[in-house]
């Protein structure tokens, strides 16, 4: 069964528990459409974006945070986080 599949089967027993009058099955894909069609780009985007491996020590983790957050710095503080 694909993922899909899994979902709109979930949302058919949710609805049915729900009881709404206007939810069915064509609603459901409609629904389901317009999530992917809504989420992919956003997904797409950020999955090209730079990653940070979270599983490093914490002080690495920081230091790749401030390397990929630097450009975008606009304000100089005079003092230093530590």
Same mark, same amino acid.
């Given at each position: 069964? @694909?993922?899909?599949?899994?979902?709109?089967? *979930?949302?058919?027993?949710?609805?049915?528990?729900?009881? !709404?009058? +206007? +939810?069915?099955?064509?609603?459901? !894909?409609? !629904?389901?459409?317009?999530?992917?069609? $809504? $989420?992919?780009?956003? %997904?797409?985007? @950020?999955?090209?974006?730079?990653? %940070? +491996?979270? $599983?490093?020590? %914490?002080?690495?983790?920081?230091? +790749?945070?401030?390397?990929? *957050?630097?450009? @975008?710095?606009?304000? $100089? @503080?005079? *003092?230093?986080?530590?």
């Amino acid at each position: 069964m @694909y993922p899909c599949q899994i979902i709109i089967l *979930f949302l058919t027993c949710l609805i049915a528990l729900q009881g !709404r009058v +206007d +939810d069915n099955i064509e609603t459901i !894909r409609k !629904r389901f459409k317009v999530l992917v069609e $809504s $989420s992919l780009p956003v %997904i797409e985007h @950020y999955n090209a974006k730079d990653k %940070i +491996d979270a $599983s490093k020590p %914490i002080p690495e983790v920081f230091e +790749d945070v401030k390397t990929i *957050f630097a450009p @975008y710095a606009k304000v $100089s @503080y005079w *003092f230093h986080i530590v």
